[in-house]
């Protein structure tokens, strides 16, 4: 004898206990549980969206970092909620050095290798910990937490070595390597970052002046030039 439960039906009305799918009743439940579970998968799928939407809206397409509107919304707003986690911020603000003359030379396809790249050696290179993202164009920011500037340039400097030894070919076996200017600036809390944001910029600026692949905080002799 062929169970009741064998009748061709889809898997999932399996997730629903009945008996029998005849009387007048069971069918009741049995369409009132369908329109309830394409409700329930449609509210789903619009949560899907949505995520999907919002790591859109934060991720840097290029380069898959995050970008400089997740910092406000997300990074800073976990800041806010822990302090003691990860205040004092410290602030690395980097510009990629001749980046025009870069994307000239060998071609704007090269030059988005070489952001890509870069976007890696970030990642390697500073701990887990540190927010790495893209601010824009040759433009990324690094943010520590529980790290003051002094311990920050260390890990700059050492990291400025890094890019500038590592080796890039291009689609002509090309060898090219790339330098970047850095300002480090400390935020001692939320409201801090955008002045030190600004801080971080000056000194950003101040290491372009002293031509290019430098790291410049408030520790630097040469700061306010
Ligand atoms: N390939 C590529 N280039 C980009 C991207 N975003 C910005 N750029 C280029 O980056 C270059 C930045 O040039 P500038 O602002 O003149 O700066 P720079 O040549 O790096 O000179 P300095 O900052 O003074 O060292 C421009 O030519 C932009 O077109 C990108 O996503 N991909």
């Known amino acids: ?33 369908i329109s309830e579970y394409f409700r329930h998968r449609s509210h789903l799928a619009i949560a899907d969206i949505t995520l999907e939407q919002k790591q859109h809206a934060h991720t840097d397409q290029l380069t898959g970092a995050p970008n400089r509107r997740f910092i406000s919304s997300h990074f800073l ?22 980046f025009k003359q870069l994307n000239d030379s060998y071609g704007h396809d090269f030059g988005d290798t070489v952001l890509i790249e870069f976007t890696k050696l970030l990642e390697s290179q500073f701990p887990a910990t540190a927010l790495k993202a893209r601010y824009g164009g040759e433009e990324f ?18 990291f400025r070595e890094c890019v500038q030894n590592h080796v890039m070919l291009t689609d ?19 409201d ?26 408030v520790h630097d002799q040469h700061a306010s030039e």
């Open 1 to 33: 004898m062929i169970s009741k439960t064998k009748i061709n039906k889809p898997s999932w009305l399996n997730l629903i206990n009945i008996d029998s799918v005849y009387s007048f009743d069971k069918q009741r439940q049995v369409f009132s549980f």
């Open 77 to 98: 707003k976990l800041t806010a909620s822990r302090p003691a986690h990860y205040l004092p911020l410290s602030i690395l603000l980097i510009d990629l050095d001749n």
């Open 141 to 158: 920011v690094v943010i520590l937490p529980l790290q003051t500037t002094l311990e920050a340039s260390i890990l700059a400097n050492r």
């Open 172 to 190: 002509k076996h090309q060898r090219v390597s790339l330098t970047y200017s850095m300002g480090i600036a400390q935020a001692n809390s939320v």
């Open 192 to 217: 801090d970052y955008n002045n030190a944001l600004k801080q971080a910029d000056q000194y950003l600026y101040s290491a372009k002046a002293q031509g290019r692949n430098k790291v410049v905080s």
